[in-house]
Each structure stands twice: as structure tokens, then as C-alpha cells.
């Protein structure tokens, strides 16, 4: 199971970082993304980390402003969100998969764990 929280209200240009812990699972061969959903749109992937490498992988929407992160000893993903502008406002939702790929996909059907989501608004 999957549980996102730290979402909230921010001024334009403002920072938030929202959390993502795992439970129930081997968290340390998780491979790992972030996506939102605008209300009347389509779900967007944000970003994801593999378990093998740790390296993140970005949408261009959000790369130079957004970092993926995890720490293991946590079971957490954390993504970070600076220069926040109000086209970032969605509900945020973690995904996971446990498979050897550690593929970071951007298509949501790849990933079978999904938390709940967590509100980002930006205001301008």
C-alpha cells in the first residue's frame, strides 16, 4: 500500500514536497513515479525512480524545478517542487511496481499500487 501526503495551498513561484510511503511490500525493489491529474484532464506522469540505479527520470513539464528522491530505510519517495506555477495545481498521486525491469514508465496501466492522492494548488 501506498499513502501520499504533504500536499497543500502555495503562492506562485513558492516550494512544496510531497511524501509517498510504502507499506506491506519490499519497498527496496519498488520502481517508483509520481503522477497528477488536473481536474477535466487526463492523468500526467510527473516523474519516477528506479530501484536499481536510483536515478529519476522527469517530464519536461517539470524538469529543473521537480526532484525525485527515496530513501530506503524509510520506505519513502519524496518529490520536491520549487518555482511552483499554477498549472502544477492537481491531485498528485505515488504509483508503484515490483518488478526486475526497474523501468520507469510514464504510462499509469504500468503500475499496479496506487496511493490515494494529495491536493497541490498554486495560486497566482
Known amino acids: 500500500q501506498l499513502q501520499a501526503s504533504g500536499g497543500g495551498l502555495v503562492q506562485s513561484g513558492g516550494s512544496l514536497r510531497v511524501s509517498c510511503v510504502a507499506s506491506?511490500?519490499?519497498?527496496?525493489?519498488?520502481?517508483m513515479a509520481w503522477f497528477r491529474q488536473a481536474p477535466g484532464k487526463e492523468r500526467e506522469f510527473v516523474g519516477g525512480?528506479?530501484?536499481?540505479?536510483?536515478?529519476?527520470y522527469y517530464a519536461d513539464s517539470v524538469k529543473g524545478r521537480f526532484t525525485i528522491s527515496r530513501d530506503n530505510a524509510k520506505k519513502t519517495m519524496y518529490l520536491q517542487m520549487n518555482n511552483l506555477k499554477p498549472e502544477d495545481t492537481a491531485v498528485y498521486y505515488c504509483a508503484a511496481y515490483n518488478r526486475l525491469d526497474s523501468i520507469v514508465y510514464s504510462r499509469p496501466d504500468k503500475y499496479d499500487s496506487w496511493g490515494q492522492g494529495t491536493q497541490v494548488t498554486v495560486s497566482s
Open positions: 525512480i528506479g530501484w536499481a540505479n536510483g536515478t529519476p
Open positions: 506491506g511490500r519490499t519497498f527496496i525493489t519498488l520502481t
